[in-house]
T-cell receptor
Framework: GNSVTQMEGPVTLSEEAFLTINCTYT??????LFWYVQYPGEGLQLLLK?????DKGSNKGFEATYRKETTSFHLEKGSVQVSDSAVYFC???????????FGGGTRLMVKP | KAGVTQTPRYLIKTRGQQVTLSCSPI?????VSWYQQTPGQGLQFLFE???????NKGNFPGRFSGRQFSNSRSEMNVSTLELGDSALYLC??????????????FGPGTRLLVL
């Protein structure tokens, strides 16, 4: 079956620190990969996505590269802000239809 | 464009009751998916509807059901509620016409508490 594994949180960083959140996946087929972010009290928002190997998704300073050889899609940001504090979810989808498989989520806390 | 809306936002029920949650997708979106979010199990896919037909289904018991109307609005129903059904239920919509996984737009969720 399909599964997504994320590093467990919480991850606590100081403002302007470098962020990496690891995500690896197993899939039967060739998935599209997503990072979603959930701010307190809200639903999920798409942060970035990649649909094929070596694609790099980027948005708001966040980046992730689809690595087929290591089945990974790690999220990075060079300099985090307090406003980045949220829960981050890695997810995969395969084929037509919109059935996403999510990782367990990683809570990020950024301190001033 | 208005986002995905879900009603009600909060709900308290007792064991054995049934509940219906509603989701209005973004205008023009024909696919609606439902997810359950709990601290223990995380985010789990329930089902997806496209053009009034269930297109995908997750691994949930038959007590969980859904439907979609001709205007793409969707409802999900949970019968014979159990304590473990307490969760945040998220609805997501997308155009639904691509042959590959699409970006989904999520609503704020309905928080269900079963006592």
């Amino acid at each position: 079956g399909n599964s997504v594994t994320q590093m467990e949180g919480p991850v606590t960083l100081s403002e302007e620190a470098f962020l990496t959140i690891n995500c690896t996946y197993t899939a039967t087929g060739y998935p599209s990969l997503f990072w979603y972010v959930q701010y307190p009290g809200e639903g999920l928002q798409l942060l970035l996505k990649a649909t094929k190997a070596d694609d790099k998704g980027s948005n708001k300073g966040f980046e992730a590269t689809y690595r087929k050889e290591t089945t990974s899609f790690h999220l990075e940001k060079g300099s985090v802000q307090v406003s980045d504090s949220a829960v981050y979810f890695c997810a995969l989808g395969i084929n037509a239809g919109n059935m996403l498989t999510f990782g367990g989520g990683t809570r990020l806390m950024v301190k001033p | 464009k208005a986002g995905v809306t879900q009603t009600p936002r909060y709900l308290i029920k007792t064991r054995g009751q049934q509940v219906t949650l509603s989701c209005s997708p973004i205008s023009g979106h024909r696919s609606v998916s439902w997810y359950q979010q709990t601290p223990g199990q995380g985010l789990q896919f329930l089902f997806e509807y496209f053009s009034e037909t269930q297109r995908n289904k997750g691994n949930f018991p038959g007590r969980f059901s859904g439907r979609q109307f001709s205007n793409s609005r969707s409802e999900m129903n949970v019968s014979t509620l159990e304590l473990g059904d307490s969760a945040l239920y998220l609805c997501a919509s997308s155009l639904g016409v691509s042959g590959s996984p699409e970006t989904q737009y999520f609503g704020p969720g309905t928080r269900l508490l079963v006592l």
